[in-house]
């Protein structure tokens, strides 16, 4: 049974930095897309980053967060610079097994979501 957990969410004031991270658990994702989305409250699930052997960011978080990945350890990481409160949302880790479509059209495994709040 696949299963993905988040964590590293928590308060910070803008500015600051946070790191996430996501364990992956119950088959091997190296050839998978691993992916980062976010919701903010009120508002509907957004893209943030995937990343397979390429890299993707929303427009809206290019140049301050980097997503990277560890397939030794099924994992991947969400290193989050330059925090605005605009960035408070739960942040969920996403699965994608198809990856022939860059960024790939649907992703097939979440997480439960962590909470990320940004203070001004």
């Known amino acids: 049974q696949v299963q993905l957990v988040e964590s590293g969410g928590g308060l910070v004031q803008a500015g600051g930095s946070l790191r996430l991270s996501c364990a992956a658990s119950g088959r091997t994702f190296s050839t998978y897309a691993m992916a980062w989305f976010r919701q903010a409250p009120g508002k509907e699930r957004e893209f943030v980053a995937a990343i397979v052997w390429r890299t993707i960011y929303a427009d809206s978080v290019k140049g301050r967060f980097t997503i990277s990945r560890d397939n030794a350890k099924n994992s991947v990481d969400l290193q989050m610079d330059s925090l605005k409160p605009e960035d408070t949302a739960v942040y969920y880790c996403?699965?994608?097994?198809?990856?022939?479509?860059?960024?790939?059209?649907?992703?097939?495994?979440w997480g439960q979501g962590t909470l990320v709040t940004v203070s001004s």
């Open positions: 996403a699965v994608a097994k198809a990856v022939s479509t860059w960024p790939p059209p649907r992703y097939d495994y």
